[in-house]
């Protein structure tokens, strides 16, 4: 039997990325293997900092330099900035499964395909900073993604509102852009990763919204109304366009919620 929570636990808190990368493809074979076992629960209370090496130095958002796509340095540190996002994205999906314990088998099933897929993700990035000669870790970066969870760390209609339906679904905004002017400077070997990168992340965006309707629904609340109003509460004044309709469209997004998003 595969004790869900232990497991997640283990991963969440490995701080070399490789290792933790590895762990995870190793336990999404597990969850193939395996029984799994959602009886045994664990207080991750204490828990408030997943594993994460030392570098990169993390800064307040404002201080992560700036990216210039025409030079080299510039996409180099843009492929940077993403990998600290899917590094991020591995840490986010394991405390999703250990955080929130009385959730349906599906739901543990659904974001350990994810923590999979980030890190598949993080995995293809810092392979392409090594063919630059860097690393991850080699530029700062900044944390909101980690402080929106632990914001919503006791409520997983917050959570899967703020988290993947928020934060990680401005991925599918800036993603296009960011293909054509990788394209434009003919950097083809980004421009893969990046297209893979954004077709999985609907789908992750789209968990987020299954399971964001689904815990709205168990306890009678409208998830339209519902959206409406976390959107107020946590990101009053910060939310920033345009929309990419059609991905999020796909990622479960309803006509109400995007004109939501768009009147924040
Ligand atoms: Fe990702």
Redesign the pocket.
Known sequence: MLSVFQAALDCLLIADPRNKCESVFALQQRFHAEKIDLANTIDVSSIITPGRPELPKLVPPQQVPKRKLATEEGRIALIHAIAHI?FN?INLALDAMLRFQDMPNEYYQDWMRVAF??AQ?FTMLQKRLQQFGYNYGDFDAHNGLWEMAMKTRDSVIARMALVPRVLEARGLDVTPGMIKRLENCKDFETVEILKI?FE??IG?VAIGSRWFKYACERIDLDPEETFQELLKKYMSGELRGPFEIDARKKAGFSSIELQALQNV
């Open positions: 899917e994205a897929e980030e993700h990168i999985q992340e992750h």
